[in-house]
């Protein structure tokens, strides 16, 4: 029976003094001056850039933005790859078979 009228004691103990220290934090709070144009509390923030569209890298699978891709024009199509080294492998077929 002791051990649960300590263990009651201690939670009943942790309990107050976590109240305490919630009253103290929101009256030093309430205390200091709030700077014009400010407002207390979680501040909203706005996403850094809009989106951007990915493009499927045809050699690794990678995906990547358009706009620091490394591209290719074939025709009316435009690749975009994630590196130069999967340019010069995509490039690599055409090259063994005009050499065949």
């Not at 976590?18 to 144009?37: C, E, F, H, L, M």
């Not at 407002?39 to 995906?63: H, I, K, M, N």
Request: glycine share 8%.
């Amino acid at each position: 029976m002791k051990l649960f009228a300590r263990f009651f004691r201690y939670i009943f103990g942790v309990v107050v003094t976590a109240a305490i220290a919630w009253v103290v934090r929101k009256v030093i709070q309430s205390a200091t001056p709030v700077p014009n144009g400010s407002r207390r509390g979680p501040v909203r923030v706005e996403p850094a850039s809009t989106p951007q569209e990915l493009f499927r890298d045809p050699v690794c699978g990678t995906y990547v933005a358009g706009n620091i891709s490394h591209s290719l024009v074939q025709g009316s199509e435009t690749l975009h790859f994630c590196s130069r080294s999967c340019v010069d492998q995509y490039r690599a077929p055409d090259k063994l078979a005009a050499g065949a």
